[in-house]
């Protein structure tokens, strides 16, 4: 068998942990590692699962998105909004898998902005926030939908990562990325090819692990140039992660998790007391904060040292090889 992601020879006795029917391996070439089978994920599994269990928040849950009354960016979105990524002229921007369109908010007050996501909710609560490109496909339908059309950025957040077939994915990236075209995203940063032993780590969510050796090797091997590779900061995760918690207050208001029924008076008056309780987020934090890293500190410390890795995203952006600096 060969590595999705450099193609080098993996031996198929040499995997270094197993999960569920899925083998984990770690690539002496490239420095990445990957879960196989790349197989068996579908949409489904965003509409509940990804319960990250340390940390007690549903990151890559649908629900999560859908349900936040403040469409914030996130940490990993932040380092592309530098001044030298702004465009000097008009310039157009495409986010594959743009989820309830946070970014693509930011990112409009300087380009023409189009978002896909196959989550049908998530796009119409894009639209509701005001974005109207934001369409429900996948990058191959969005492209056979739309020959020809090309953009000057292409952006995808904590989605490589998910990518059955990582190398696929990237080509269909250049299909709609001009010729000087740049490109910018995250995902998890490992600090050794070992997966985490978290829910939202394991496939079918994420079936590749990047070290920052092995985002570069895939990025200069898919033709890029010009990679710059930033950790993001892992405490902002942390109090984020440390908001309110909505566990309780669903229990308190007898909201099921996958409810979105935004028309009954118990919901909205859930919605209500979790906006109380974002208000008074700030005070609790000062609190909460410290003490929940004292009691989750041993389950991190666990972790970290059985994968000797960190729980922190990694942004990357890199120009097509032989595009002209600049937009
Ligand atoms: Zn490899």
Redesign the pocket.
């Given at each position: 068998m060969e590595?999705p992601?450099?193609?080098?020879r993996i031996d198929e006795k040499a995997f270094t942990k197993s999960h569920e029917s899925y083998k984990f391996y770690p690539?002496p070439?490239?420095?990445?590692g990957f879960w196989w089978p790349l197989s068996g994920q579908s949409s489904d599994i965003y509409d509940l699962k990804g319960t990250n269990s340390v940390l007690g928040t549903t990151q890559e849950s649908y629900f999560y998105r859908h349900n936040e009354e403040v469409l914030k960016l996130d940490e990993y979105h932040k380092p592309f909004f530098r001044e030298g990524n702004m465009p000097k002229r008009p310039a157009t921007l495409i986010d594959v898998g743009c989820a309830e369109g946070a970014f693509l908010r930011q990112a409009q007050k300087y380009f023409d902005v189009t978002g896909i996501d196959f989550d049908e909710h998530s796009v119409s609560v894009a639209r509701k926030a005001g974005l109207s490109n934001v369409y429900c496909a996948s990058l191959e339908q969005f492209a056979r939908d739309n020959p020809g059309k090309k953009f000057d950025v292409v952006t995808f957040f904590e989605v490589l990562e998910h990518q059955q077939d990582p190398t696929g994915f990237v080509r269909g990236v250049k299909g709609i990325l001009k010729d000087d075209g740049m490109i910018a995203g995250s995902v998890p940063l490992h600090m050794n090819p070992e997966p985490i032993a978290l829910d939202g780590d394991l496939p079918p969510h994420h079936f590749l692990i990047f070290t920052k050796a092995?985002l570069r090797?895939f990025l200069e091997k898919m033709g890029f140039s010009e990679i710059e590779i930033s950790e993001v900061f892992a405490g902002e995760q942390m109090r984020r992660a440390s908001g309110v918690n909505t566990t309780l207050l669903k229990k308190a208001f007898f909201i099921k998790d996958n409810e979105t029924s935004e028309s009954s008076l118990r919901f909205r008056a859930y919605m209500q007391a979790r906006k109380l309780a974002r208000l008074s987020l700030p005070l609790v934090n000062a609190v909460f904060v410290p003490l929940r890293m004292m009691t989750k500190k041993k389950d991190i410390e666990k972790i970290t040292e059985e994968s000797k890795a960190q729980f922190i995203p990694m942004y990357f952006q890199a120009k097509r090889k032989g595009g002209s600096a600049g937009l």
């Amino acid at each position: 068998m060969e590595c999705p992601l450099c193609q080098g020879r993996i031996d198929e006795k040499a995997f270094t942990k197993s999960h569920e029917s899925y083998k984990f391996y770690p690539c002496p070439t490239c420095g990445a590692g990957f879960w196989w089978p790349l197989s068996g994920q579908s949409s489904d599994i965003y509409d509940l699962k990804g319960t990250n269990s340390v940390l007690g928040t549903t990151q890559e849950s649908y629900f999560y998105r859908h349900n936040e009354e403040v469409l914030k960016l996130d940490e990993y979105h932040k380092p592309f909004f530098r001044e030298g990524n702004m465009p000097k002229r008009p310039a157009t921007l495409i986010d594959v898998g743009c989820a309830e369109g946070a970014f693509l908010r930011q990112a409009q007050k300087y380009f023409d902005v189009t978002g896909i996501d196959f989550d049908e909710h998530s796009v119409s609560v894009a639209r509701k926030a005001g974005l109207s490109n934001v369409y429900c496909a996948s990058l191959e339908q969005f492209a056979r939908d739309n020959p020809g059309k090309k953009f000057d950025v292409v952006t995808f957040f904590e989605v490589l990562e998910h990518q059955q077939d990582p190398t696929g994915f990237v080509r269909g990236v250049k299909g709609i990325l001009k010729d000087d075209g740049m490109i910018a995203g995250s995902v998890p940063l490992h600090m050794n090819p070992e997966p985490i032993a978290l829910d939202g780590d394991l496939p079918p969510h994420h079936f590749l692990i990047f070290t920052k050796a092995g985002l570069r090797h895939f990025l200069e091997k898919m033709g890029f140039s010009e990679i710059e590779i930033s950790e993001v900061f892992a405490g902002e995760q942390m109090r984020r992660a440390s908001g309110v918690n909505t566990t309780l207050l669903k229990k308190a208001f007898f909201i099921k998790d996958n409810e979105t029924s935004e028309s009954s008076l118990r919901f909205r008056a859930y919605m209500q007391a979790r906006k109380l309780a974002r208000l008074s987020l700030p005070l609790v934090n000062a609190v909460f904060v410290p003490l929940r890293m004292m009691t989750k500190k041993k389950d991190i410390e666990k972790i970290t040292e059985e994968s000797k890795a960190q729980f922190i995203p990694m942004y990357f952006q890199a120009k097509r090889k032989g595009g002209s600096a600049g937009l």
